[in-house]
C-alpha cells in the first residue's frame, strides 16, 4: 500500500543529441520532422565555421565531460550549445477563412476485470457505466473500484448504491464536488445503519470513482485505490494512496485524537480513509470526522485530444506496478487489440505473475475510438564543441605575435 513516486526522466544529451519521445500522428510526422534535422543540421554548420575561423579547434574533445575547463589540457571541458528547435508548435498562415471546428468530446470505452489471486475470498468489487447521458441529459460516464476488507459486503453495497447517492444529492448538477463529497459522507451513514440492523454486512471498503461529464473528469477516491491518466504516452496521477503513515493522512488522524502503529490506524485498519468499518471501536464518526475518515479527495480536469486512457486498479495492482510501468505496458496492449476490457484482463495476469499478494480489480477507459498512436522519438541537435584551454591560450598568443609583427613592419616603412 506504499505510495508509488514516479520521477520524470532529464532529458539526456550524448553527442550533441536530445532525444525525447513524443506521441504524433504519421502526418504531424511527414510535416515537420525532415524539417527539424535540417534546420538543426544548418545551425550547426554554421557554428562550427565560424568557431573554426577564430582558431585551430582540435574535434578529440566530443562528447567528453561537461564540467567546468580546468588550467591544464584535460577531459574536462566547457560545452557551447546552440539554441535546439522545435517543432511542436507549426505556424501555417493563409488567406483562407478559419473553419469551425467542434469541441472535442471523448468517446468512452470502458472494461474492467477483477481476480481473487491466492487470498481466501473475492472482496473486490467494480462498476462500469459507459453512458449516463440519459441521467445527464448529456454525454457522461462513471467508473468504480472498491477494495473490501472483512469482507465483501461494504463494497457491494457502495457498488450499488453510490452513483444514485451523487445523482440525487441536492447540489448536483450545479456543484459536482461537494455533491459526491456528500454522497461518500451520506453512504457511509446509511452503511452504519444497515449493519446495527445486520452484523453480518460488518466490514469495510476503499472507494475510487470517476464521474466523466462531456470533457471533464472528476476523480474521487477514499482510500488505496489509484487512478492515472496517460497523456500521449506520459502517466499523469489522478489520485494519491491515502497511507496512515504518510505526513498529511498521520497529521489528519492525530487532530482527532487518533494515532498511528506500525501503519495502522489506532492499531486497527492499514488505510487512513474508507466508508463502513463502523463495528472498529474508536476508528468512525459521521461527517468523516473520525481517524478513519470517508472524506474523499477530489481531482479534476478538462480531458483534451492528447488524453489516452485512465488506468483505475485497486493496492493489489499497485503493489507490484509503478504509474509509469503500469501505463506504459497497457498502452502497449491498447496498441495491439485496442480493447479496454482485455487491456485490463492482461494487466491482471501479469499483476498476479508478478506474486502480488491480494486480490488485483482494474478497470481501463479509453476516451479515443482508435489505439494509441506510435511513440516518436524527435532528435532536436545541439552542437558540443569541447576546447583545450592551453591550446586556446596558444593560438591567442600566436595571434598576437602576428599582430605585433604587422605592426612593426608598418613602423619600419
Not at 39 to 63: D, F, K, Q, R, Y
Not at 127 to 152: I, N, T
Not at 241 to 250: I, V
Request: one cysteine or more; a negative charge; glycine letters at 8%.
Amino acid at each position: 500500500m506504499a505510495v508509488g513516486t514516479e520521477v520524470a526522466h532529464p532529458v539526456n544529451i550524448l553527442d550533441g543529441v536530445s532525444k525525447v519521445p513524443v506521441a504524433v500522428s504519421s502526418k504531424e510526422r511527414g510535416a515537420a520532422g525532415d524539417n527539424t534535422v535540417e534546420v538543426a543540421a544548418e545551425t550547426e554548420a554554421n557554428m562550427v565555421a565560424a568557431i573554426t575561423t577564430s582558431c585551430n579547434v582540435t574535434e578529440a574533445g566530443l562528447g567528453g565531460s561537461l564540467s567546468s575547463i580546468s588550467e591544464g589540457c584535460t577531459d574536462e571541458t566547457q560545452p557551447v550549445t546552440s539554441p535546439s528547435t522545435s517543432v511542436e508548435k507549426v505556424d501555417e498562415k493563409n488567406d483562407e477563412e478559419p473553419v469551425n471546428v467542434p469541441d472535442y468530446v471523448p468517446e468512452y470505452r470502458s472494461g474492467g476485470c477483477a481476480e481473487r489471486g491466492i487470498r481466501r475470498s473475492m472482496e473486490d468489487a467494480h462498476l462500469c457505466v459507459d453512458d449516463l447521458e440519459e441521467s445527464l441529459g448529456s454525454p457522461g460516464a462513471f467508473y468504480g473500484v472498491f477494495d473490501g476488507h472483512d469482507g465483501e459486503a461494504a463494497a457491494g453495497y457502495v457498488k450499488e448504491h453510490l452513483l444514485p447517492y451523487i445523482l440525487g444529492d441536492a447540489s448536483f448538477p450545479t456543484a459536482v464536488e461537494e455533491a459526491v463529497k456528500n454522497a461518500y459522507l451520506e453512504l457511509d451513514k446509511k452503511f452504519s445503519e444497515a449493519c446495527r440492523l445486520d452484523d453480518s454486512l460488518s466490514s469495510g471498503t476503499t472507494v475510487l470513482t470517476a464521474l466523466v461529464q462531456g470533457r471533464n473528469l472528476l476523480v474521487a477516491n477514499a482510500g488505496d485505490c489509484r487512478a492515472v491518466l496517460c497523456r500521449k504516452g506520459v502517466a499523469v496521477p489522478m489520485s494519491r494512496d491515502h497511507d496512515p503513515s504518510s505526513a498529511w493522512e498521520k497529521s489528519r488522524i492525530e487532530s482527532v485524537g487518533g494515532y498511528v502503529v506500525d501503519g495502522y490506524v489506532n492499531g486497527q485498519v492499514t488505510v487512513a480513509r474508507a466508508i463502513g468499518d463502523w463495528h472498529m471501536q474508536g476508528l468512525k464518526e459521521e461527517g468523516g470526522q473520525g481517524p478513519l475518515s470517508a472524506m474523499p479527495e477530489i481531482q479534476s480536469m478538462v480531458l483534451s485530444e492528447e488524453d489516452e486512457f485512465l488506468l483505475m486498479g485497486c493496492d493489489g495492482l499497485w503493489d507490484v506496478f509503478t504509474n509509469e510501468g503500469a501505463i506504459s505496458f497497457a498502452r502497449k496492449q491498447l496498441q495491439r487489440h485496442n480493447d479496454p476490457e482485455q487491456c485490463s484482463r492482461e494487466l491482471v495476469v501479469e499483476a498476479l505473475r508478478r506474486n502480488s499478494q491480494d486480490n488485483v480489480t482494474v478497470i481501463v477507459i479509453c476516451f479515443r475510438a482508435d489505439a494509441p498512436p506510435p511513440l516518436v522519438v524527435l532528435e532536436r541537435r545541439t552542437t558540443i564543441r569541447n576546447f583545450c584551454l592551453k591550446k586556446m591560450l596558444s593560438v591567442q598568443k600566436d595571434i598576437d605575435i602576428a599582430q605585433a609583427s604587422a605592426s612593426e613592419r608598418r613602423c619600419v616603412v
